[in-house]
């Protein structure tokens, strides 16, 4: 869990994936490197993503994604959850 991240995101219909996920590498690794003080690529250029097929599948993985930091051993503080109001109902 350390070395990626997990996100569940409703897409607006004429945003494609692709563009949406480079512009966060992008920004998120200017800012990490930044507080690193390094420079130079920061992500892999490969994403694995998964079209959401129902309302279980859907509780399946902001469970999943919920449970992740601590199943890698992080504590609390050692990481940032946000959840949407949906996602916080379920259980």
Do not use: Q
């Amino acid at each position: 869990m350390p070395n990626h991240v997990h996100a569940c995101a409703v897409l607006h219909p004429d945003w494609l994936l692709e563009k949406v996920l480079f512009s966060w590498k992008r920004h998120t690794a200017a800012a990490i490197n930044t507080m690193l003080g390094k420079a130079g690529p920061f992500w892999m250029h490969d994403y694995f993503d998964r079209l959401i097929r129902d309302g279980d599948h859907l509780r399946n993985v902001i469970r999943y994604i919920r449970r992740n930091p601590a199943k890698a051993g992080l504590r609390e503080g050692e990481y940032t959850l946000w959840e949407s109001e949906l996602a916080k109902a379920v259980r």
